[in-house]
Antibody, heavy 126, light 108 residues
């Protein structure tokens, strides 16, 4: 079955960087784009960006451009998200999520998130 | 940046019908999706492509679209439906994805 397993919780100081991982299994890694979504304590879901698992295409939410980098390692079926210049407002659970993808007539489209990682809590505190 | 607007909360009694709306200028051009999230859990999709119900989702969940508004309808609400619900879509280019602010459904 599809599984997305994320790295463990992180505690960072303001201004530092964090890099978290998401290892995929149970499906063809190259076929589905992986997204990152975060959720601050008691708040809603926020889309951070998406990475093409076979690279190099990435798209980031405007809010995070310049601070976030998403990469993929096909040999490990793993994607990574690095967020720099951390501030207290970045304290959140970060989820990786697979977007269902369907191809027909030579074109492929992404649809809903059909699998989620367990989430990685990133705490930014001095 | 593109935004989706949901009511913060909706309350219904068991057995009644709950309707949660989501508004956004680009909804006529892009599909909308609905997710249910219970405390301490990752979200799960309950409606895909405006109105499709994924396998395993109860028939009481349905979705509809009209202009710049999409609606999640839960008919015959049960206590187990109490959760946060989020709509999700993309801007007109399809490149930038976005979530609504979320609606807390309370079953009285």
């Amino acid at each position: 079955q599809v599984q997305l397993v994320q790295s463990g919780a992180e505690v960072k100081k303001p201004g530092a960087s964090v890099k978290i991982s998401c290892k995929a299994s149970g499906y063809s890694f190259s076929h589905y784009y992986l997204h990152w979504v975060r959720q601050a304590p008691g708040q809603g879901l926020e889309w951070v960006g998406v990475v093409n698992p076979i690279g190099p295409a990435t798209t980031y939410a405007q809010k995070f451009q310049g601070r976030v980098t998403m990469t993929s390692d096909t040999s490990r079926s793993t994607v990574y998200m690095e967020l720099t210049s951390l501030r207290s407002e970045d304290t959140a659970i970060y989820y990786c999520a697979r977007a269902w993808r369907d191809c027909s007539g030579g074109k492929c489209y992404q649809y809903h998130f059909d699998s989620w990682g367990q989430g990685t809590l990133v705490t930014v505190s001095s | 940046s593109y935004e989706l607007t949901q009511p913060p909360s909706v309350s219904v009694s068991p057995g009644q019908t709950a309707r949660i709306t989501c508004s956004g200028d680009d909804l006529p051009k892009q599909y909308a999706y609905w997710y249910q999230q219970k405390p301490g859990q990752a979200p799960i999709v309950v409606i895909s492509k405006d109105s499709e119900r994924p396998s395993g989702i109860p028939e009481r969940f349905s979705g509809s679209s009209s202009g710049t508004t999409v609606t999640l309808t839960i008919s015959g609400v049960q206590a187990e439906d109490e959760a946060d619900y989020y709509c999700q879509s993309a801007d007109s280019s399809g490149i930038s994805w976005v979530f609504g602010g979320g609606t807390k459904l309370t079953v009285l």
